[in-house]
């Protein structure tokens, strides 16, 4: 049985239908751009401090050094989470004594914020943060919303696929489904037809031309009937952990998916947190990922997979590592460096979709790429959580992302290499990893005798 790529061959590796495909297929992602990183601004954490209300009788001076100072970036600012004991301090205010000269302030009681809190409007006039106080000791509810949001893009993925996939013909799919996914798979149905009937047509004229019509048309009516009656093995995901070599390449696929998940997600959302405009950081945290694309285009049309991917985790990586070793004064250069590491993890993010895609064999390569996308979504569900490690330790997140992102570098590199190489089509057929001992199926002997008899390459992954 002639498979798809074999049937469409005519149309070329890169032509009109591939680009008007590819094009119609990126632009379905633009909408995500409107609210994929909106959890940033939602869930912001201004500046903020104890509420003092207005019933207390204290003086301006008091008021304004109600809450005790603390050590942030070097430097000595109000505390978040406490304030110095409201009847000590309305007593001292009522006797006309001045806070710093009248009275130390290093000696008075302190209390948490009793009264709620004042949040900073400068940069946010509202977000989830401020409106159910998810701060000091509910801190951590902060990251777990966030995690939410992200748990909530997994199930309403999954349940989108779902009614694609059981009500394709059915009312209850959205109207953009039915406009735009739905026109390209009608378009490609139709190319594999037309192309279809043009390779049984291409057959006749070649018989005529040696007077054998009749045994020509014989011969495309058993084409036919095996292009419509042939079905194809099902597999299921247990397919995915047959062999040792499959098992091995899905696990690392997971670990590496999740891990760049994490470095990318946690570095988007940390962006706020860093020296300057919140919306600025943000702005420049998304453009460093355009050329990141293009470094990773060229790298996947130019060099090997597993050395292109583990350059560019390495860089993210390592730059990160170096962010604590930056002097707190030379915070624009900190940026810099988180930008540059965004920019190494953005374009391995880029590359490990075809990289994935190449290591897994026709059969199974949906559900192989589908395992570990599911992977990343779990990775931008930790991510917050990365982040929120900054309450303690302000480089702590950039150390755990950068060990977390060299290591899966390392891990990188024991991959099979995919570029120039022909698609594996079953599982005998796909790549070994390294390390992995491996003696020869007599499937895969015949498959290595095919290619020798017929060098054409119909799926290659060079671009």
Known sequence: MRDYD????????????????????????????????????LAGTPEHRCRVPDSANLSSAWRNHSAPLRLQDGRQVPHNCRRYRLAAIAN???????????????????????????????VYLST????????CEDDWKAPLT??????????????????????????QVHSYYILYVRSVHI???????????RLL???????????????????????????????????SILDLLRTRNIRMVTIMSIILWMTIAVGYFGLSLDTPNLHGDAYVNCFLSAVVEV?????????????????????????????????????????????????????????????????????YPTVVRNMGVGISSMASRLGSILSPYFIYLGAYDRFLPY????????????????????????????????????????????????MLKDDEESPTVLKSTAF
């Open 6 to 41: 074999e049937v469409t061959s005519f149309l070329g590796e890169w032509g009109l239908f591939q680009r008007l495909i590819f094009f119609l297929l990126s632009a379905s992602i633009i909408p995500n751009g409107f609210n994929g990183m909106s959890i940033v601004f």
């Open 291 to 359: 050329p990141a694309y293009v470094l990773a285009w060229l790298l996947l049309r130019h060099l090997p997979r597993r050395y292109s991917m583990a350059t560019a985790l390495f860089l993210g990586g390592s730059v990160l590592l170096f962010v604590q070793l930056v002097p707190p004064d030379l915070y624009y250069l900190s940026t810099i460096l988180v930008m540059v590491g965004k920019f190494g993890v953005t374009a391995a993010f880029s590359m490990v979709y075809v990289y994935t895609a190449e290591l």
């Open 128 to 135: 989830i943060v401020t409106e159910w106080n998810l701060v």
């Open 92 to 122: 001292f205010s009522a006797l006309g004594l001045e806070p710093g000269r009248d009275v130390d302030l290093e000696q008075l009681e302190q209390e948490d914020c009793l009264d709620g809190w004042e949040f900073s409007q400068d």
């Open 187 to 197: 378009l490609c149905n139709w190319l594999h037809a037309a192309a279809t009937v």
């Open 399 to 446: 150390i755990l992302m950068g060990s977390l992102t060299i290591l899966t570098a390392i891990l990188t590199l024991f991959l099979p290499e995919s570029f120039g190489i022909p698609l594996p089509d079953t599982i005998d057929q796909m790549l070994r990893v390294k390390g992995i001992k491996y003696r020869q199926t007599p499937s895969h002997t015949r």
């Open 146 to 171: 966030v995690s939410l949001f992200f748990v909530g893009v997994l199930i309403g993925s999954f349940i989108s696929g779902q009614l694609s996939d059981r009500n394709r013909n059915s009312w």
């Open 201 to 235: 047509h291409q057959r006749l004229a070649d018989a005529a031309a040696g007077a054998d019509i009749a045994g020509a048309a014989v011969r495309s009516a058993l084409v036919l009937q095996d292009l419509s009656s042939q079905k194809p093995q099902s597999h």
